[in-house]
C-alpha cells in the first residue's frame, strides 16, 4: 500500500477520534450527505474531513498571524485578517465539497438522456436489465457508467437490484435519475415491460432536456446585457460622441 494508506489515513481517523473527544460534531450528518454527493473524494469520511476541516482553518490562520507579525501589523489588524483567514479555511472545504457534487450532478444531468436511449434500444433487442446495463458499462465511460459498474457489482455480490438501483439514486441525488429508477423498480413490481417503461423515461428526459436548453437559450440576452452595458457601450460611446464632446469643449 502507498504511503498515503499506511501513514495518512490512520494518523487521519485517529485525530478525528481525538479531535471529538473535545469539540462536539454536531453536523456529522450534512457533511457526510455532502461527502456521499461529491463522490467520497480521497475515500475520507465525514470525520475525516471535519479533521482536514480544523487542520486547514488553523494552520492557515496561525500561519497568516505570523506572516502579520513579521510585517510588523497592529494587533487589531492582524487579529481582523487572520479571522476572515480562519473562516475561509474552514468553509473553503464545504464549498469544495458542494461545487465537486454540483458538477457530478451536471455531468449525470446530461449523459442520462443518451444512456436511458442505448439502455432501451438494449432491453427492446432482448438483452436483459442488467445485460443492458453491462452493454452500456462496456461501451460507455462517465459517472454514470461507473455507478451502473457499482450496481452490477453489488447485485453480483447479494444486493437485491431495487436496494442497488436506490443507493445509487441517494449518492447522486438527481430528480430525474430517482424518477427512473422509481419507475424500473415499481415496474418490476407491478409486472409491467421494462423496455415500454424504458421508452417512456426516454422520452420524457429527451423532452426536458429540449426545455432545459430553450431555457438556456432564452436566458441568453439577459445574460449578455451586463457586458454589453459595462464594456461595449461606453467604448461605443466614446468613439462616437468623443470627437463631438472634444468640439464642444473647444467652441467653449
Known amino acids: 500500500a502507498p504511503l498515503y494508506q499506511r501513514m495518512f489515513r490512520p494518523m487521519l481517523g485517529k485525530s478525528a477520534n481525538l479531535?471529538?473527544?473535545?469539540?462536539?460534531f454536531t453536523r456529522e450528518e450534512e457533511l457526510n450527505k455532502k461527502v456521499i454527493e461529491a463522490g467520497h473524494p480521497g475515500n475520507f469520511n465525514a470525520r475525516e474531513w471535519m479533521v482536514v476541516k480544523v487542520m486547514l482553518a488553523f494552520g492557515l490562520g496561525i500561519l497568516f498571524w505570523l506572516m502579520l507579525q513579521q510585517a510588523g501589523r497592529p494587533v487589531w489588524q492582524a487579529v481582523m485578517l487572520t479571522g476572515i483567514i480562519f473562516l475561509f479555511g474552514w468553509f473553503s472545504v464545504d464549498l469544495w465539497l458542494t461545487g465537486r457534487g454540483k458538477r457530478r450532478r451536471e455531468e449525470v444531468q446530461r449523459s442520462l438522456p443518451d444512456l436511458l436511449d442505448l439502455l432501451t434500444v438494449s432491453v427492446e433487442a432482448g438483452l436483459g436489465f442488467e445485460g443492458a446495463l453491462m452493454k452500456i458499462v462496456e461501451k460507455t465511460e462517465g459517472l454514470l457508467s461507473d455507478e451502473f459498474l457499482t450496481v452490477l457489482?453489488?447485485?453480483?455480490?447479494g444486493k437485491p437490484r431495487k436496494d442497488a438501483l436506490k443507493d445509487m439514486a441517494r449518492r447522486l441525488n438527481v430528480e430525474d435519475l430517482s424518477n427512473f429508477v422509481s419507475s424500473i423498480i415499481m415496474a418490476e413490481q407491478l409486472g409491467i415491460s421494462i423496455g415500454k417503461v424504458l421508452r417512456i423515461q426516454s422520452k420524457e428526459m429527451r423532452q426536458k432536456k429540449r426545455q432545459k436548453t430553450e431555457e438556456a437559450a432564452m436566458k441568453a440576452p439577459i445574460k449578455m446585457l451586463i457586458p454589453m452595458l459595462v464594456f461595449i457601450f461606453p467604448a461605443v460611446f466614446i468613439v462616437l460622441l468623443g470627437p463631438a464632446m472634444i468640439q464642444i469643449m473647444e467652441a467653449f
Open 19 to 24: 479531535l471529538l473527544t473535545f469539540v462536539p
Open 153 to 157: 457489482r453489488e447485485t453480483k455480490m
